[in-house]
Structure formats: C-alpha cells, structure tokens
C-alpha cells in the first residue's frame, strides 16, 4: 500500500522558517519525481515545487522561488521542502505528492501568524 | 507565469453528462491530468496522460485533449461526483514547473 506521511508543519511567524519532511513507502521511491503542492483554507490546489528522481532537475512556482528550497533522499525515501522568509500567505495544507501517479499524502498545515 | 484555465463552476443533472475543459497553451505538447477532491479529502486522480483511467476509476469518467484544451467528460454523472475538479500539467520549460487548473465545482442536482 502506498504510504505518504508528512511532518513539520506548526504555527510560526512571520520571517521565520519551517522544514517540512515526507516519509514514502510502498512504492519505488527512487523511480520517480515527487512534488509539494499546497492548498490555502477555502482555495484551490497550489503546485509548490518539483524534483526529478535523481534530484537534477528542480522548479519552483514563482511565489515561493528564492525562499523555498526542496530536496530528497532516496536513501531515506524521504522528500523535504524548507521554507524560509515565510509569509502570511503561505499558509495552506501542504501536500506531499507523485502527482502524475496520483499518490498523495494527507497533508500537514502550516500557519504563518504572529 | 504559465496558467490553465478552468470555468469556475459546471451543473448537472444526475444521469446526464458533465464537461470540463481546461485552457493552456503548451498543452499541445504536455499531458493533462484531472483530479477530483471532495470536502476535506485528499485529490484523487482520475485521469492521466489526457485519456488514460486510473484503475479503481469508473468508466463514467473519460478524458481528451484537442490543440489547447483537454476535456474531462463524466457521461452519467451520479450524486457522488459532485466536487471540486482541477486539471494539472506542466510547462514547456521542462524544468519540473507544474501548475493546476483553476478548479472547476461540479454540481451534481
């Protein structure tokens, strides 16, 4: 069974930085790329950030580019997004994912207050 | 930045059919990928590559892609299709951007 859990998400302020974390299972990790897609209360679903199998190929959505940073280690079949600079707007359930296999996560929510 | 473009909202009756188009220029040349995600659930994809049907997905549900708009199409659409559809596909950078659909709410009365 596939299994995408996410971590890390919390309450914090404005200027401050949150690492998410993501645990897979049940698939070949390895084998394929992996996104963050994030979803704010009452809107519609957000691509955040993709990385390539290998970690060679890397993008951004131009909101959060320069302040986010994602990685994986397929050693660990983990994938991580750390966010710096974090803003108010940036607050959503973030969503681990193989989006183009359609495995998803449960999310974990991130909330940018002071 | 690249955008899909989706209409806000579509109404059906039950038994009859429901299209949902989704507008973006590199889709000639990238796949489409259509997820439904109902109320405080995870999306569930129910279309991949443009016309392909997950395994699990009921043949009800079908897609297609024309030039610059791919098509979801749900023929007898049930009371349990209502909910909130997004298309998804990527940019012709090919540096891993995707992007969803604005998202369009089915309304299945």
């Known amino acids: 069974e596939v299994q995408l859990v996410e971590s890390g998400g919390g309450l914090v302020q404005p200027g401050r930085s949150l690492r998410l974390s993501c645990a897979a299972s049940g698939f070949t990790f390895d084998d394929y790329a992996m996104h963050w897609v994030r979803q704010a209360p009452g809107k519609g679903l957000e691509w955040v950030s993709g990385i390539s199998w290998n970690s060679g190929s890397i993008g951004y959505a131009d909101s959060v580019k320069g302040r986010f940073t994602i990685s994986r280690d397929n050693a660990k079949n983990s994938l991580y997004l750390q966010m710096n600079s974090l803003r108010a707007e940036d607050t959503a359930l973030y969503y681990c994912?193989?989006?183009?296999?359609?495995?998803w996560g449960q999310g974990t929510l991130v909330t940018v207050s002071s | 930045s690249y955008e899909l473009t989706q209409p806000p909202s579509v109404s059906v009756s039950p038994g009859q059919t429901a299209r949902i188009t989704c507008s973006g220029d590199?889709?000639?040349?990238?796949?489409a990928y259509w997820y439904q995600q109902k109320s405080g659930q995870a999306p569930v994809l129910v279309i991949y590559e443009d016309s392909k049907r997950p395994s699990g997905i009921p043949e009800r549900f079908s897609g297609s892609s024309s030039g610059t708009m791919a098509t979801l199409t749900i023929s007898g659409a049930q009371v349990e299709d209502e909910a909130d559809y997004y298309c998804?596909?990527?940019?012709?950078?090919?540096?891993?951007?995707?992007?969803f659909g604005t998202g369009t709410k089915v309304t299945v009365l």
């Open positions: 998804y596909s990527t940019d012709s950078s090919g540096n891993h951007r995707g992007v």
């Open positions: 590199a889709l000639p040349k990238k796949y």
């Open positions: 994912a193989n989006v183009l296999r359609g495995y």
